[in-house]
Structures are given as C-alpha cells and as structure tokens.
C-alpha cells in the first residue's frame, strides 16, 4: 500500500486566498484524522471522520475552516479566507477500527499564508 | 500545566547510550501513543499502550495507570534515533498531545 498520501505537500498563498488540503486515506481504513503542527502549540486534532461521517470537529479554529470527506478514499481540509495565523504544517492520518488503533500519517502539507 | 507533559524537552547522548524519555499526564486515558516525528517531518506512531510494557527493536515503552506516568527507552542509541518524540493520550474524544521530546544522538 502507498500509505496515506497528501497533497500538494507545500503550499504558499497570500492572505485571503482559498486553501484546499487533500488526503487519502489506506485503502480499508474507516477512520481519518486531520491535525495541525506549529511551533507554538505543537500537534493538535483538528476534526476527525468515522466511516465518512464528521465525528468530532471540536478542534477546528473557526469558521473558516472546513472539512469534508465525501467517500472513503478522499478527504478535504478547506480553509477560507486563510489567514497568515493558519501558517502551519498540516497532517492527515488514518487508522482501522478507530483512534485507539495505530495511525498512520501522512507525510503532511506545509502550508505558508503570507 | 499541560494535561500532557514530557521531560525532558531536549536531549542529547553519545551512539550506544540508554535514553529514557518520560511523559505524565493528568487526565484519564484509555490508552497512550509514542510518535516519532523525523527532522524531515514525517511522523510515525511507534506504540500504543494501554497496559504494561511493549517492546520493539531497541524501543520500549511501559505505562503504569497507576501513577500516570510513561515512559519510552532506547537501548543502544543511534544517531538514526534522532527525532522528536511525541507522546499522545487518549482521553474520551480528545487526542492530547505532549510538546514532545528532541533527541540528537552524536556518534
């Protein structure tokens, strides 16, 4: 298996601009996590999925953050307007049976809001 | 105080040393994670612990319920050990993440 897999793994943009993040899961994996890196607050969870369905998106900042996972092999982090503050490294994993089970991460997008 | 603390926050040794690296937490958990982040950034989880001891290679980690307390040793260290050590707890429906641990290992 290629493991989960990210795209684009940078990205830079200006103030205002529209973010879209992507992720693809392990092929069977039925549970999919979003999280975010920065110096200063370390790896947070942003918004996690079982089975497609949004189960806890308490972490999410704001407003302009979305996220969505329209079928099993495909999920979006979508951030608009992004703000200079949402610089950061952003990481997918998913795991099978759920977040008590090993995860697996993605190799994460760096994300550069100028 | 962080829910998930770990000590220390940076740490050096010699190739061939024993390294121990501690995390505590303050909330209830059913179950722990020890994650290696690697100086490109990728991340891997490399246990996860609910009980006892668990043993891969030259990685162990224990947690004790009890005292809330884990810890991941290396034996025999490697400059290939450097990396950030990040523990995780799971409590309820949150991931709580510790500020994680640099090691740098010189040969």
């Known amino acids: 298996d290629a493991g989960v897999i990210q795209s684009p793994r940078h990205e830079v943009t200006e103030m205002g601009q529209e973010v879209t993040l992507r992720c693809k899961p392990i092929?069977?994996?039925?549970?999919l996590f979003w999280y975010r890196q920065t110096m200063m607050r370390g790896l947070e969870l942003l918004i996690y999925?079982?089975?497609?369905?949004?189960?806890?998106d308490s972490g999410m900042p704001e407003d302009r953050f979305s996220a969505k996972m329209p079928n099993a092999s495909f999920s979006t982090l979508k951030i608009q307007p992004s703000e200079p503050r949402d610089s950061a490294v952003y990481f997918c994993?998913?795991?099978?049976?759920?977040?008590?089970?090993?995860?697996?991460f993605g190799p994460g997008t760096r994300l550069l809001v100028l | 105080k962080n829910e998930v603390e770990q000590s220390p926050q940076n740490l050096t040794a010699q190739e061939g040393e024993f390294i121990t690296i501690n995390c505590s937490y303050s909330?209830?958990?059913?179950?722990l994670h020890w994650l290696q982040q690697h100086p490109g950034g990728g991340i891997v989880s490399l246990f996860m612990?609910?009980?006892g001891k668990k043993k891969h290679g030259r990685l162990i980690a224990t947690i004790n319920i009890q005292e809330k307390h884990s810890s991941l040793h290396i034996t025999a260290s490697h400059p290939r050990d450097s990396a950030v050590y990040i523990c995780?707890?799971?409590?309820?429906?949150?991931?709580?993440f510790g500020t994680g641990t640099r090691l740098q290992v010189f040969p």
């Open positions: 994993a998913s795991s099978l049976l759920g977040r008590q089970e090993t995860q697996y």
């Open positions: 092929s069977g994996h039925d549970y």
């Open positions: 999925f079982n089975n497609n369905v949004p189960i806890d």
């Open positions: 909330v209830g958990i059913s179950a």
């Open positions: 612990l609910s009980s």
């Open positions: 995780a707890a799971h409590n309820t429906d949150k991931l709580i």
